[in-house]
């Protein structure tokens, strides 16, 4: 079974430029998250997706961030304009079924995309 | 909201057995899961606890208590692989979001 796929793996952006991440879920996975992860802390969840449909994203900062996740499959996320406090690696996790309430709540974690502004 | 807390940094020696705890304040609480994190790498799924009690999956043990708050990892039989991250994280609120704590940092000497 192939994981959960996410490109770039690393992009270095000046501060005020855009950048956009790319997911790919676990096939049949209906729940897609993203998370921002600052280097020493966990992972602090910035959106999460059921099919196509946002099930919460209070926590994305909506005046530069935005995420979409069109046909309920592939996702991106998108910073536009960059600070230097979004530096961070931004993780995609898929899950199933599609309530999110598994007995075993498992998340699948993408490799990641370490994002350096500058 | 959701908050979690749990010791930075444990340090023990391969072949030891080590506990690292994890309190929780949630609204709505479903379940506590525990993920592990080398440096580099993604957090991988180690255990989930929905109800009171311990579950044992091989040399790593989870155990919750929900009229504490509280849960651990237990790990046995440790071995230098076994230095990482670990992460509790919980189901909870209205939207049954996921929350991580910010990590334990677990140093296996030989």
């Known amino acids: 079974e192939a994981g959960v796929a996410q490109s770039p793996r690393y992009k270095i952006i000046e501060k005020r430029q855009s950048v956009a991440f790319w997911c790919n879920p676990i096939?049949?996975?209906?729940?897609l998250y993203w998370y921002q992860q600052i280097l020493g802390q966990g992972p602090k969840l910035l959106i999460q997706?059921?099919?196509?449909?946002?099930?919460?994203d209070s926590q994305l900062p909506k005046d530069r961030f935005s995420a979409e996740r069109l046909k309920g499959v592939d996702s991106t996320l998108k910073i536009q304009p960059a600070k230097l406090e979004d530096s961070a690696v931004y993780l995609c996790?898929?899950?199933?079924?599609?309530?999110?309430?598994?007995?075993?709540?498992?998340?699948?974690f993408g490799p990641g995309t370490r994002l350096t502004v500058t | 909201g959701q908050s979690l807390e749990q010791p930075s940094e444990v340090t023990a020696v391969e072949g030891a057995i080590v506990q690292i705890n994890c309190t929780y304040q949630t609204s709505g609480f479903y379940g506590l899961s525990w993920y592990q994190q080398h440096d580099g790498g993604a957090p991988t799924f180690l255990s989930y606890n929905a109800l009171d009690g311990l579950e044992e999956t091989g040399r790593f043990s989870s155990f919750l208590s929900r009229s504490d708050s509280y849960g651990y990892l237990l790990l046995q039989e440790l071995q230098m692989k076994d230095s990482a991250s670990y992460f509790c994280?919980?189901?909870?609120?209205?939207?049954?979001?996921?929350?991580f704590g910010r990590g334990t940092s677990l140093i296996v000497h030989p």
């Open positions: 096939s049949g996975h209906a729940t």
């Open positions: 994280a919980v189901r909870g609120g209205g939207s049954y979001i996921p929350t």
């Open positions: 997706f059921q099919n196509n449909g946002v099930v919460d």
């Open positions: 996790a898929s899950s199933f079924p599609a309530s999110g309430r598994s007995p075993s709540d498992e998340q699948y």
